[in-house]
């Protein structure tokens, strides 16, 4: 069972266009939501976060949108360009004593000149 | 500069061959992971370790074992016993594993060893 669910699988915007993710979760017990960005052959790179008692958090062009009460979160990408174009996960970490994030399955933004 | 190196970059395995995948952090990181990655299925977790000398298993440790001798060092051993290793592995570390603070949140990673079966 996918602790975390992500859509769309992949995405395709024109240049200076808004990007949408989308992510959704059960478990109550998550305290921290991070967004990673994958070029192909690289690992991961943390985006941006957000943690459950803040709506919205912004970072340049990105944006993180969190609705605690639907327990869904996105992504914004504003004027998106085509270094963009990466793969974006989200992430959720379970509270405690450990940092044991759940990943959503990934999506492919492909950002057109 | 800091961070996490893995290597081979790609790794050819025969079938009923054991492999170790290397992961070295120059970070100070106490807590290291790995995860491996499957087309459309995002990052599922291996093994984890928090501290030198211990480790616990995953989502999916069935196939797979580990050791952390060193902090700086944890590699990851595919035995013949895993029946599809064809993936795309990560290693991570993080700082603390119960600290408090925001800087100790978020996976730092490596850039990854692709592993074939042939």
């Known amino acids: 069972q996918q602790q975390v669910k992500q859509s769309p699988q992949s995405l395709i915007v024109q240049k200076g266009g808004i990007s949408i993710i989308n992510c959704a979760y059960e478990n109550t017990a998550f305290d921290y939501f991070p967004w990673y960005q994958q070029f192909p052959g690289k690992g991961p790179a943390l985006l941006i976060a957000i943690r459950p008692d803040v709506s919205e958090k912004k970072e340049g062009r990105f944006t993180i949108s969190f609705n605690k009460s639907a327990k869904q979160f996105s992504l914004h990408i504003m004027d998106s360009q085509p270094g963009d174009s990466a793969t974006y996960f989200c992430a959720a970490r379970t509270a405690g004593n450990f940092n044991k994030f759940y990943f959503g399955s990934g999506t492919k933004l492909n950002v057109k000149p | 500069d800091g961070g996490i190196t893995q290597s081979p970059k790609y790794l050819f395995r025969k079938e009923g061959q054991n492999v170790t995948l290397s992961c070295e952090q120059n970070?100070?990181?106490?807590?290291m992971y790995w995860y491996r990655q499957d087309p459309g299925q995002g990052l599922r977790l291996i093994y984890y370790?928090?501290?030198?000398?211990?480790?616990q298993k995953g989502d999916i440790a069935e196939g797979y074992s580990v050791s952390r001798e060193k902090k700086e060092s944890f590699p990851l051993t595919v035995t013949s016993a895993q029946k599809n290793p064809t993936a795309f592995y990560l290693c991570a570390s993080t700082p603390g594993t119960g600290s408090a603070s925001p800087s100790s949140y978020g996976y730092t990673f490596g850039s990854g060893t692709r592993l074939t079966v042939v």
């Open positions: 970070l100070n990181h106490d807590a």
């Open positions: 370790s928090q501290i030198v000398n211990d480790f």
